[in-house]
């Protein structure tokens, strides 16, 4: 390919790094691009996200009393996600506040 051809080529980092933080879809952008360290820093946090909206669908379903707190936490993760997205769209590798610390625990 030449190197003309290869400018004129799509970037999908942006994409990938922004799907990252859409729950499952995560998967797609770790197949994808996870060679590229830009989305891999997104993958990690979206990871993050996913694992605490497991976590929060198993309590709920054991712990009846927890269900109000669901909706809260819920809403965080959401704020949370549109937060990475827009960090994605922008290009910028920000971690994002009190989840983004835990996201360097994935090492792949």
Do not use: C, R
């Amino acid at each position: 390919m030449t190197e003309e051809a290869k400018k004129s080529e799509p970037d999908n980092s942006t994409v990938m790094a922004a799907l990252a933080y859409i729950g499952p879809l995560v998967i797609v952008s770790y197949i994808v691009a996870k060679d590229t360290p830009f989305v891999k820093f997104h993958i990690k946090q979206g990871l993050v996200l996913l694992v605490i909206e497991v976590a929060l669908w198993f309590l709920g379903g054991m712990l009846w009393a927890f269900i109000p707190f669901m909706g809260l936490i819920n809403l965080v993760v959401l704020v949370f996600a549109i937060m990475g997205i827009i960090n994605a769209v922008n290009k910028k590798e920000q971690e994002l506040p009190l989840v983004g610390s835990f996201a360097k625990h994935f090492n792949f």
